[in-house]
């Protein structure tokens, strides 16, 4: 992967004004809930299959949960604009809790029944929904370093990517997926706990919010994510992206490995992958693009290694080289993007655009999901990965080719 000719390297990354005691509360908060969210797709998929369940089981469920949350996302970011992100985080966390402790007893109890699981799922994704526009306003609050404080989160994150969905998968070979659904849970609690603890100050707010409406409001955040076009093209861009590449990777990859070698060594491939973004996670600490989604598109053309090495039935050690390198590629495009949706989005505003981009981003995930089943049986497995592995390349070329992208220059911090 060739490295763009506009990086640079700062004289002074924040380190000093980084690690506030809100900044370690919120750095705790997001990579302990990462390292339950790793240990999930394994403990689903290996939990699924043992009852007999597909893969276009498995990517039944995990649509239902993706399509929930790009259908309320949009909601919640008006909700967290309105009224207290921290409050709506703080009560996702809790629901899901709840739902992943039932989701525990169901498997412990092997009781498990595909509509069951689906429920659940609705009810993950819409309180995803609810947590995540908070997470890009938050940001600014808890730490002056916006990119750093991204890239050591997203490398935290990576490591308990790292670490997760081994220890899914040593958990569930010693017991049963039912106690990854438990620690799950309590992933969840941990995440509740540190963001009450947090102490923020008022985030900012308009003189006119008290009198505002929600349908206002939401046509306000639609015009201002309209209003960027290096928004949302990429957006756009990336809804092809997810539907014909991450959305069918994830249950194909899963049915194919798992089927093939083993739950373990699908916790091995999910755990190179987070290896390779917390590499990643760590570079673009260091070196900090001047036009960061130029950089960041060179990177995501990585990726195509993931659904390439799966596609070819590779052996597990080269998968996991692939999917490593593609893990780095996938961590500097995201720190990129964040980075220039927290900077140059004003604060009042950023709980709306972040979520009007989530939303685009992931709305198609759910598509892609259901339709990796039918897909694979009709074209075959095969096929499938590898048209995602020639997607992936496409949407570097098409990112790269749009002058709003590649020419955005990286924010003076606010």
């Known amino acids: 992967m060739s490295v763009p000719s506009d990086l640079s390297v700062p004289s002074d990354p924040g380190g000093e004004r980084l690690w506030s005691g809100n900044f370690r509360l919120y750095f705790t908060a997001r990579t302990v809930a990462m390292l339950g969210d790793t240990m999930l797709p394994v403990a689903l998929s290996a939990g699924l299959l043992g ?56 498997f412990l109890t092997r009781s498990v029944r595909l ?47 790292l670490l997760g969905p081994a220890f899914a998968g040593v958990l569930i070979g010693l017991t049963s997926p039912g106690v990854v659904f438990a620690v799950h849970a309590s992933t969840y609690a941990t995440s509740a706990t540190c963001l009450v603890l947090l102490r923020l100050a008022p985030p900012p707010t308009r003189v006119s919010r008290a009198a505002s409406r929600f349908r206002t409001d939401l046509m306000e955040g639609w015009r ?9 093209s990429v957006i756009v861009v990336w809804m092809f992206y997810m539907v014909l590449m991450w959305g069918p990777f994830t249950p194909l990859a899963a049915g194919q490995i798992i089927s093939g070698h083993g739950a373990g060594a699908y916790g091995l491939v999910n755990s190179s992958l987070g290896g390779g973004t917390a590499v990643g996670a760590l570079l673009a600490l260091r070196f ?47 720190v990129n ?65 749009i002058p709003a992208v590649r020419n955005l220059r990286r924010a003076v911090p606010r």
């Open 337 to 401: 993007w964040a980075t220039s949706v927290q900077t140059h989005v004003p604060g009042d505003i950023l709980n709306r655009i972040h979520a009007y981009e989530v939303a685009g981003s992931v709305a198609m995930v759910p598509v892609g999901q259901a339709m990796a089943g039918p897909a694979a049986d009709a074209l075959g497995t095969r096929h499938v990965l590898l048209t995602g592995a020639g997607v992936s390349v496409l949407t570097a070329g098409v990112l790269l080719a």
């Open 224 to 232: 201002e994510f309209r209003s960027r076009t290096w928004m949302w």
């Open 115 to 161: 509509w069951e699981v689906v429920v659940i799922a609705v009810v993950n994704g819409t309180a995803a929904a609810l947590f995540q526009p908070g997470v890009a306003s938050t940001v600014p609050r808890v730490a002056r370093d916006v990119q750093g404080a991204n890239a050591v989160t997203r490398t935290a994150e990576s490591t308990a990517a």
């Open 51 to 106: 009852y007999g369940y597909s893969a276009g089981d498995v990517g039944l469920v995990m649509a239902a949960s993706t399509a929930c949350f790009a259908g309320l996302v949009i909601f919640g970011g008006v909700l967290a604009d309105r009224f207290d992100a921290r409050a709506q985080m703080i009560t996702a966390d809790l629901v899901r809790v709840c739902s992943q402790s039932l989701a525990a007893v169901l």
């Open 288 to 334: 900090r693009a001047s036009r960061p989604l130029r950089a960041g598109s060179f990177a995501i053309s990585a990726t195509c290694l993931m659904p390439l090495s799966v596609g070819l039935d590779l052996p597990v050690a080269a998968v996991c080289g692939c999917v490593f390198v593609a893990g780095i590629g996938s961590a500097l495009w995201g």
